[in-house]
């Protein structure tokens, strides 16, 4: 790459920094600069390097003596032989004697080492390949001689881990990604699996603890050397979330458990990111028995095209996160960028993989040469693709070179376009940007040659005559007049509402706004929403949903493309806005749902429980963890967009009343489960971990009681939670900066319903009801497992008692969720007074339906039905299986084993509590019920219906009342 001149700007950078390295050095320190400036390729290097990267230069200024060591060295000049960075390191660690030595040792040794790899990639002496060999190697180097240096002293702390023959486990660092290919960016995380051979015990400790706890003590005091920021800086940023089960998984795994997981939980996208692992640290040999057993993960011994299909899904999961965030100008993830480079070598290894070995490399610069060699792409194409990677890359380099920092986004203010354009050899942006362009069109095209799928283009175009129509009518300014018969002819049952909604946005304030090229797109658009609104039953209505649609999207024009260009996605929001006023204020609050109606087939069908919650994790994955507010945003799309697809399958008839529940259940169970983690996390890395009574890590459980815990979630229900931990309430935590454990998860229960509940541009994710914790508002946030067992026990109301039948444990802690189950069957099983209970129940259901029917004052009186609160209705049957419960389990424990209604009533029917005619009327009227219910919650619509509808039903639950509890 040929050098510039440097611009003004930068050259006056680099004097100001000379003279910042004057005023602080010593007069010889000094001296010693300006002599060595007298060489003419040094001083043109210090230059650019040290106007090119701020960290550089803060570095050398603030470190003098290493900077001059680095020069008079010769290091900046030369390039490193392989295993240089382990020996020099290793010769340091010799006098280190504890780890607060060794946190200082490798951070001074990872500055020095960082200054010269970025020197010699600003300056040109390193080209590409030596620079991310030289930081792979560095990275290896501080893992393995940490490694080293950790491993005995926790043999001496905590024994030595042995398997059941005796003989002594090591410790097997994967790395995943640019580590695992040798590819590693000059700021780059480090993504890491942990893993050991064989489960056993320690020996020789003060006592025996399982190898899985060695190891994670060992991982942990692994990555705080490493990740640790302190005085010194940092090492390397350490991200563990590729590991088995994510964050939700243990640190450490053994052999076993790591190729189980694999073969029967792992993901596509878990196969892609097997192709860069690689053994970076701890024992090789194990190391290599490891990955031949990930192997037939990985590679399928066929040719395995369905490569294409998931690259494809990969990829428009980025896009659509490119676009909803608007960072079109990423180098790696924006289209024709990194990204789709590795795609594309990704998915022939992949396919071919399995039958030909020379394809089980994680490296990108051997993987290219074979696609042309084996015929799979054209000579050149290889070429264009290799020679655009590495000028992106070189970019890469360029962007975080400049203060340390993971990002790939180009600069949008002028000095920093300049750095950028002179340090990759270009005179101004504009020809930098030129030849950006270039390459990134290459990449893209060719991108989409190989793996993307071709357009469909729409064969159902509307009738000429009706188009025509409808372009008239759009261009009107008679509403009264021509535009009437237009509608009407269109199909338009009343086209004077519609007409309104035509002109009202017609003559809004944000089509009058609208730039010419924006205004020019809604014109192009309306003719094709009037038509297609004018064949549904309900016309004028859906036309006024989807034109708060346009509305709202007016100064954002490329949904109005997205729907003009995209027919599939115009008839699908057209129908689903016909049938549920629900679903169109949804995608009127956030139009980038708008990106789930491309593809019908998607929409309409729907992830199992377990692969919901890996897709979360999956969207969670490319989110730092320190920035909570893109987290958050995250869970609130995901939610938004799976409930959208809930809906869309409801209201497709694809679903019934149950499956959409489970769905809505598993979802919110999801996100809880991630909230929990997030929350933690958080706490945990800032105080430490808090302790039980016996000193082991306590955990914390999230119990959800009402419509989540019976597994009856609707659209847009609130979640009724409780928290409870195991912790010893008065001793502090672990960390730093500790606090005792009672504060501890008070805070975490806050932060918890903090991301929840808080209000950011795309709403809240649910609303949260904490009443039923005990003594409801008075009472603690969070409750010791104790003290819920207590207030269960003794203290708790008869109706408390009736909320715990549909409790159940959701997210946190599985020993926690045992003993929550134990109480709760205990607390259901103690025998009570069947005649007491009863008056109890039947005095609170009258209350209820007094207060919440619809004989209560402004509630519709006895002309309409209260689905939920009127005699008959919803609660009427919840009320009989919860008196049911307590009533009988003490005879009969196994009514407790459920949560949910339905499946509590058929236990109550096979012990002959009730009888199976009455089971099944109650079974059916509460279905009814619930679907009704579902039907107006998509409408938006209060739960009352006439009162002459559910008429026999009503008589039926009312009559069973009366046998139970009359």
Known sequence: MNQTPLPAAMCEQWQQRHIQFDSRVSAEQAHWLVETLKNNAFAEDVARVWSGSEFVAITCI???????????????????????????????????????????????????????????????????????????ALAEAVLQCALDFLYPLACEELGIPLDKQGNPQQLVVLGMGKLGAW??????????????????????????????????????????????????????????????????????????????????????????????????????????????????????KYIDFSAFESLRSMKAMINREVQRKGISGDVKRGAGGIREVEFVAQAFQIIRGG??????????????????????????????????????????????GWQDKQTQLLPVDENSQLRVAALMGFPDWSFFLCRLDCYRGQIRSLFENVVAEERQIDSDSPEKEAYQLASTVWLSSDPEGQMLASLAAIGYGQPDEAANWIVGLRDSRAALAMASDTRGRLDSLMPQLIQACGQVPNGAETLGRVLKLVEAVARRSAYLVLLRENPVALQTTIKLFSTSSWVADQLARYPALLDELLDKRTLLSLPDRATLADELRQQLLR??????????????????????????????????LMKVSDYLTWLAEAIL?????????????????????????????????????????????????????????????????????ASFFARLGQRIIHILTAR?????????????????????????????????????????????????????????????????????????????????????????????GSGAAGSGGPQIFNLKQDAGGIVDIEFMVQFAVLAWSHEIPGLTRWSDNIRILESLEESGVISAEDTQCLISAYKKYRSAGHRLQLQQAPSTVDATEFAAEREQVKAVWQRLLG
């Not at 039980?692 to 009724?720: N, R």
Request: aromatic share 8%; charged share 30%; net charge negative.
């Open 355 to 400: 039958r030909d070995t020379r394809f089980q490399t994680p490296a990108l610069k051997d993987v290219l040469p074979l696609l042309a060699e084996e015929g799979l792409l054209p000579k050149e194409h290889v070429q264009q693709l290799y020679e655009g990677y590495t000028f992106l890359r070189n970019v890469e380099h360029v962007l975080q």
């Open 673 to 741: 489960g991630h909230v929990l983690e997030m929350a933690w996390d958080q706490l945990a890395e800032r105080h430490g971990q808090p302790k039980t009574v016996e000193g082991e890590p306590a955990g914390f459980l999230i119990v959800g009681y009402g419509k989540l815990g019976g597994l009856e979630l609707g659209h847009g229900s609130d979640l009724d939670l409780v928290f409870l931990h195991n912790a010893d309430s008065a001793k502090p935590t672990d960390g730093d900066k500790p606090v005792d454990s």
């Open 62 to 136: 603030g470190q003098p003596e290493m900077f001059q060591q680095l020069v008079t060295s010769g290091d900046l000049g030369a390039s490193y032989d392989p295993g240089c960075y382990a020996e020099r390191l290793a010769d340091q660690l010799t006098a280190v004697s504890d780890e607060a030595q060794l946190l200082r040792t490798l951070r001074e040794f990872r500055n020095r080492e960082m200054v010269r790899i970025v020197w010699r990639d600003l300056s040109r002496a390193a080209e590409l390949e030596e620079t991310t060999g030289d930081m792979t």
């Open 183 to 300: 590819e590693l960016n000059v700021s780059s995380d480090i993504d890491l699996i942990f893993a050991y051979p064989d489960a056993g015990e320690t020996r020789g400790g003060r006592r025996s603890l399982s190898n899985q706890e060695f190891f994670i003590r060992l991982g942990q005091r692994l990555i705080k050397a490493l990740d640790a920021r302190t005085a010194d800086g940092f090492v390397f940023r350490v991200d563990m979330r590729l590991r088995p089960y994510g964050q939700s998984g243990a640190l450490v795994l053994n052999f076993d458990a790591m190729e189980e997981y694999y073969q029967t939980q792992g993901r596509d996208w878990e196969r892609y990111a097997m192709i860069k692992a690689r053994v970076v640290a701890g024992d090789q040999q194990a190391g290599a028995r490891l990955m031949a057993m990930l192997r037939p993960f990985t590679y399928r």
């Open 623 to 656: 989110i730092p963890g320190e920035d909570l507010e893109a987290q958050m945003e995250v869970l609130r799309y995901f939610r938004c967009s799976h409930g959208l697809r809930i809906a869309a399958c409801e209201l497709e008839e694809i679903l019934p």
């Open 760 to 852: 950011l541009p795309s709403g809240d994710l649910y609303e949260v009801d904490m009443r039923l914790r005990p003594s409801g508002n008075s009472g603690m946030l969070v409750s010791s497992m104790t003290a819920f067992e207590k207030y269960q026990m003794g203290d708790a109301w008869a109706w408390e008692h009736q909320a715990l039948v549909r409790a159940r444990a959701i997210a946190g802690s599985e020993k926690l969720a045992g003993q929550f189950a134990a109480i709760r069957e205990r607390v259901l099983c103690s025998e009570r007074n069947r005649d007491e209970l009863k008056s109890t129940v039947v005095e609170m259901r009258d209350k209820m339906q007094k207060h919440l």
